[in-house]
Every structure is written in C-alpha cells, then in structure tokens.
T-cell receptor
C-alpha cells in the first residue's frame, strides 16, 4: 500500500537555525507531493507542492523542498527558522486508491528563543 | 475570499446524540472531502465527493453519513455519536481531485461524552 513516512515526531530548533523535516514516500510512479503546515488550533495550509520538473520546489514563508527519486524523499527545508514557524508539518502524496491524499503522521516543530 | 467554511467550530455531544457538520466552499471546486484528525494518527479520510451528486467512502466511514447538497456544500452527519468519534474534523476541497492539493477549512472540534 502507498504510504508516507515522517520519521521525526517532534523536532526542536533554535530560532535562526536551519531546519530540515524528513519525508519518505512509497509509490510506484512519480507521485504528486505536498507539504502542509498546521498552526495550533488552525486548519492546514499548503506550503508547497511538486508535480514534475525541477526537483527543488519553492513555497511560501521561505520554505523549499527537494524531491529525490533515488531516496524516495521529499524533505522540507528552511535556512533560518522564525518563532512563528512553530507548528505541525504534514507531508502527503497524491495517488490514494480512494481518491485521497495520503498523509504522513506529522512532525511537530518547536522553536527555542 | 472565504475559501472553505466549516460550522460549528466546537461541539460537545452526549453519546447517542446526532448532529451534522456543515461545510461550504466558494472556489467552485468539484471535489470535497471530510477528514478526521486524531493525535499520532495524522489525517484519515472519512468520505469524499469527487463531483456534485457523487459520494464515496474513505478509510474510516463507519458511523458517518454524508450529503453533497450542491457543488458548494458537503455535510457530514453523525447519526448516533460515540466517544470514539471525539476528534477534530476537517473539510477540504480540491480543484481537480487529489493531485492538486486541498484547501482546508479551519476544523470542528467535537467531543462526545
């Protein structure tokens, strides 16, 4: 079955430090891949998406992600984290058999002052 | 630019009571979805509607029913609420199916006692 794995449940980084959130997918063909962010008590907001072409994708809020087919990965990065980036981040892929996006279980990001 | 609107935002039910969660989108999207979010479980698809007049079961449909009232509205009904249905419910819509990402509502936090 298709799946999306986010290996890190919780990550803490210092404000101003760089960030990388990991995501691995299992899918036969080239998947459509997404990163969403959920601030506390809020809905999910799309950060960026990858369909095809350039493997480095730019998103909102200074985030980027790189698709690496050889590693089945789509890791999210940000060069310098701000306190407002503290949230939960979800990686997901298209291709669900029931017409749905397949979500990872999420990575909670905490930011230290 | 309302996007996806969910009502109510919070609800407490007694076991056995019924209620309907409302969802409306103003983006002229064809596809709409209902997900539930539980700690450590990520988001799980309850039902979806690929287009007006069609609905299909997702991963966890038991105990729920849906109605796609028109292109804008997609409601979720709990006929006899159970404590296991305590969750945060998200409605989402998509322009052309799962592969283009979703726009999410802000969620309904439901507690069944």
């Amino acid at each position: 079955a298709q799946s999306v794995t986010q290996p890190d449940i919780h990550i803490t980084v210092s404000e101003g430090a760089s960030l990388e959130l990991r995501c691995n997918y299992s899918y036969g063909a080239t998947p459509y891949l997404f990163w969403y962010v959920q601030s506390p008590g809020q809905g999910l907001q799309l950060l960026l998406k990858y369909f095809s072409g350039d493997t480095l994708v730019q998103g909102i809020k200074g985030f980027e992600a790189e698709f690496k087919r050889s590693q089945s990965s789509f890791n999210l990065r940000k060069p310098s984290v701000h306190w407002s980036d503290a949230a939960e981040y979800f990686c997901c892929s298209g291709g669900g058999s029931q017409g749905n996006l397949i979500f990872g279980k999420g990575t909670k990001l905490s930011v230290k002052p | 630019n309302a996007g996806v609107t969910q009502t109510p935002k919070f609800q407490v039910l007694k076991t056995g009571q019924s209620m309907t969660l409302q969802c409306a989108q103003d983006m002229n999207h064809n596809s709409m979805y209902w997900y539930r979010q539980d700690p450590g479980m990520g988001l799980r698809l309850i039902y979806y509607s690929a287009s007006e007049g069609t609905t299909d079961k997702g991963e966890v449909p038991n105990g729920y029913n849906v109605s796609r009232l028109n292109k804008r509205e997609f409601s979720l009904r709990l006929e006899s609420a159970a404590p296991s249905q305590t969750s945060v419910y998200f409605c989402a819509s998509s322009e052309a199916g799962r592969d283009y990402g979703y726009t999410f509502g802000s969620g309904t936090r439901l507690t069944v006692v």
